[in-house]
Each structure stands twice: as structure tokens, then as C-alpha cells.
């Protein structure tokens, strides 16, 4: 970490978040954690780096894992979009820039609220609860970090004088996973086990463990995880296109998610609803993600828009959009959506309890199968009846199995932000992408994202990944 970073982001950037805002959003360090509050405000401050609609999780999570997959593609109008789309990706694309600085943000927030817990005048039970949703958060970033990033510094405390010989170098990725995943085990014993919308609890703990553990192919630890969370009491909801409306947000489906508000949204549907609708056609589905449903799947119809009708009252006909985050009724202006994006579905986790079983015996199993055939019933589901579609699967060889649970993660969370990171983590991103795309030139390379040269400039220690510039 650097002096910009460290300095300007902690002590120049609001207090304020969107969950709980604090009047006092300038106060500086030795005027903190003076009354109870000041501990809460610290933890909050952290979520501004989550629920803002400009925060990574809001504008740039759900873009990257479509454009840089077989899923989307742009309309070459900006340059840092389209140079994701294509695999182009230089170390000075904005977008990696603002997702390095905004993860680290982050971290900063999270750790002066860590080391300063202790002087703050609480509770030891509250110390613990704070310390513990402190604690997920920043490994909740890091997590990220390490997969988009690879290698990359582990910063623990918020430092008042750097120097270049203070600068930090990169940690093995083995060193960053042991500090992520200490921090989950933290969050997992201490959190809750319910919290109000938008903060965590230690089901999301265990949910982040699951995506931790299966990245790191520890298929036991990951099936445990996921096994805890099905025995809780999250249930998929009856129809899938009640998962996207405002008005049916956190609900027993969501288990973490970017906690989204009217008067603080993103700009999803401005960047991919047609123009007819007022959104600018930025990014669009390329044609094999939307052939990859049956025409009945409820999933397609609730992802894809293929028409509209405009002020006059005519039906306008347009290629496949995607309209996965779009409620009118809550959108009156395309551009600032208050629909909350799930992190973390119970789908999700069924999709993984399924691949971590998968792994572990070598094929189908009934456990794995009722996983993932639950997904597959709910996508049946018109909003009326049960459609005579997507029976259940059967047994399956390990290779077959898994093709099928990365193809239904494909219909069930696309556009979602998991894409990308599900292709890397099944060794996929090549073949699926040469499929989709084949005129894009696509190597192992594009596992991870280079590394900013704006940071490489400000710390020299720090190594760009192999194969960029």
C-alpha cells in the first residue's frame, strides 16, 4: 500500500455509509472512538466500499465476470469495456484501476477499524461482534483481491508515515488465502446467525468459506461449509422473477448482498437496457448465453429483454438485452437501480454443495443430485404452474456432471459477477470462451488481471502479472 492510498482514502474520504449515515463524516483519528458510537461508525464506514452505487460490487463486479467470459460483449464505444470484452486487457485499463483502489479502500477501512476496536469505550461482547464483521469484510476483499489479482500485499494496519522502504511487497497467494481464510474462521464464530439486510452473518461466513475452499480445490472443507448453510433456514423463493423486483429484496434466498437503496443506485440498466427505454446498449449478451435456455426456462425470460413497448404504445422488437436487474416500478429513471444485487443466493450454494460433492466421489451422488435438481425445479415455474420442462438430472461421470452444474450456474447467476471466476475455477475460460467468442485470443494469462501500472509506479516492489505490460 502507498501514501495515496493509505492516507487520502482514510482520513479525506467519508465516515458515511449507506447503511447507517453519521453526521460526524470528517472527523479525524484522535477525535475517534471516544463514545460507543465512534466503534459502530468505524465498521459502518466500511460498508460505503460495498452498498455505494459506485462501489466495485455495484458497477464493476457483474461487468468484469460477463465481459471477461462467454457471456457479454460491449458496443466498442468504450475503450476499457471493450477491452475486456475482447481479452485486450492492458494494465492501464480504468477499470482494473478503480477495482485494485476500490478493494483496498476497503481494506483500509476495515483495518483502522480493527486496530482501534480496543481503545473504543464497548463492551467486550460488542468488541467481538464488531471485530467480527470488521474481520468477514476485509476478508470478503481480499478474497476478491487474490482472484482477480492473484499475488498481492497483505496491508493490516493503517500506517501515518510511509516511505519507499515501508512499501509493501506482494505475499505468496498461499500467505493471502491463510490470512483470508483466518479471518472467515473469525467472522464464522462470532457473527450472528441473523443480522438486519446488508449485514453479514455467520451463514455468509460460512458461504464465503464455501467459495474460499472450493477455489482452493479443499473439496471436504468446502462440502462442510455448504452443508451448514442447507441446514439452516434458507429457502429458495417460489419464482424466480421475484428475486429482482425492489419490493422482494432480502429475503430467505439472500444470503449477502450489496444492499442498494432509491437514493443510492447503480447503473446497470443504463449500460445494457436497449436505448428505447433509456438505457444506452453499452454491454449486451452475446447469442450463445441467451440460446443456452430452454425458450420455457423461467431464467430466460426474467434475464433477457427481446422487446418493449414505447411511449406510443408500440411493441418494439430488439435483439436479446439483459434486463435481469430492470423494475419500473422502482426505476423511474434508467441509470440509478435500487435493486439490491445478490452476492451470495441459496442457489448459489446448492450449485457449489453440488460441485464440491462432485469432486469428492467422483460423479453424481443423491446428495449432489438433490442440489442441483432443486435449482432446476424452480426454473420450471412460470409464475403459474410447473412447466413439463428441465427434468431432473441422473447419474452422471465426474466430467459430465460437472459440465452440467458450470452450464446451470451459467442460466441461474448470469450477469450475476460469478462467470469469470466460475470459468477459471473449473479450468474452462479457454474452451468456453473460444466457443463464444472465436475470434478473441484467449490464453491462461487472463486467470488474473494485471496489475495497475499506476500502483506499479507508486511501488516498485510490486510484480505484474506474467504475460501483461
Known amino acids: 500500500m502507498h501514501i495515496r492510498l493509505i492516507i487520502i482514502l482514510i482520513f479525506i474520504s467519508t465516515w458515511s455509509c449507506s447503511l447507517d449515515e453519521d453526521p460526524r463524516s470528517q472527523i479525524t483519528p484522535d477525535e475517534f472512538f471516544l463514545e460507543d458510537r465512534d466503534a459502530r461508525a468505524a465498521v459502518d464506514a466500511i460498508y460505503y466500499y460495498i452498498n455505494d452505487g459506485n462501489s466495485v460490487y455495484a458497477r464493476y463486479y457483474w461487468l468484469v465476470n460477463a465481459l471477461l467470459s462467454d ?82 500485499p497483505i496491508v493490516t494496519k493503517v500506517e501515518l508515515d510511509y516511505n519507499q522502504e515501508a512499501l509493501p511487497e506482494q505475499s505468496p497467494v498461499d500467505s493471502v488465502n491463510q490470512f483470508i481464510e483466518d479471518d472467515l474462521n473469525y467472522a464464522f464464530d462470532h457473527l450472528p446467525t441473523t443480522a438486519n439486510p446488508g449485514r453479514p452473518t455467520n451463514y455468509a461466513a460460512a458461504a464465503m468459506l464455501c467459495k474460499y475452499f472450493l477455489t482452493n480445490k479443499n473439496y471436504s472443507r468446502a462440502a462442510q461449509a455448504s452443508r451448514y448453510i442447507l441446514q439452516g433456514s434458507f429457502s429458495l423463493q417460489n419464482d424466480y422473477a421475484s428475486l429482482f423486483k425492489n419490493n422482494s429484496q432480502n429475503n430467505t434466498e439472500f444470503i449477502w448482498s450489496v444492499n442498494l437503496n432509491s437514493a443510492n443506485g447503480a447503473d446497470v440498466n443504463l449500460l445494457t437496457l436497449p436505448r428505447g427505454l433509456g438505457g444506452r ?25 427481446t422487446s418493449f413497448v414505447d411511449n406510443n404504445g408500440n411493441t418494439v422488437e430488439v435483439n436479446p438485452h439483459v434486463r435481469k436487474y430492470y423494475d419500473p416500478s422502482a426505476e423511474t429513471i434508467i441509470g440509478h437501480s435500487p435493486v439490491d444485487f445478490p452476492l451470495i443466493r441459496f442457489a448459489d450454494i446448492l450449485l457449489l454443495h453440488a460441485e464440491a460433492l462432485n469432486a469428492l466421489r467422483n460423479g453424481t451422488s443423491a446428495e449432489a443430485l438433490g442440489a442441483i435438481n432443486l435449482v432446476r425445479a424452480r426454473a420450471r415455474f412460470d409464475g403459474t404452474t410447473a412447466l413439463d420442462i428441465l427434468p431432473d438430472l441422473g447419474k452422471m461421470n465426474k466430467e459430465d456432471f460437472a459440465e452440467a452444474i458450470l452450464l446451470e450456474r451459467k442460466r441461474e ?32 494469462k487472463h486467470n488474473l488481471l494485471p496489475i495497475p501500472n499506476s500502483e506499479i509506479t507508486l511501488n516498485p516492489k510490486l510484480n505484474q502479472n506474467p504475460g501483461y505490460e
Do not use: C, M
Not at 485486450?88 to 476497503?106: H, M, T
Open 281 to 305: 446498449s453499452r454491454l449486451l449478451p452475446i447469442p450463445e448465453f441467451y440460446a443456452d435456455f430452454n425458450a420455457l426456462d423461467r431464467r430466460k425470460t426474467v434475464t433477457f429483454l
Open 71 to 152: 457471456l457479454g460483449t460491449s458496443d466498442n464505444l468504450n475503450p476499457a469495456f471493450s477491452a475486456l470484452a475482447d481479452f485486450s486487457l492492458s494494465a492501464d485499463n480504468p477499470v482494473v484501476e478503480s477495482i485494485w483502489s476500490g478493494l483496498y479502500a476497503g481494506i483500509a477501512k476495515a483495518n483502522y477499524a480493527i486496530q482501534n476496536l480496543d481503545s473504543a469505550p464497548i463492551s467486550e461482547n460488542e468488541r467481538i461482534a464488531l471485530l467480527a464483521e470488521a474481520r468477514f469484510l476485509r476478508a470478503f476483499f481480499y478474497f476478491d483481491l487474490v482472484r482477480f489479482f492473484g499475488s498481492v
Open 413 to 444: 447467476l448470469g450477469w450475476e459477477g460469478h462467470r469469470w471466476f466460475d470459468l477459471v475455477r473449473f479450468n474452462k475460460l479457454n474452451e468456453k470462451v473460444l466457443i463464444a467468442k472465436p475470434e478473441i485470443s484467449v490464453s491462461d
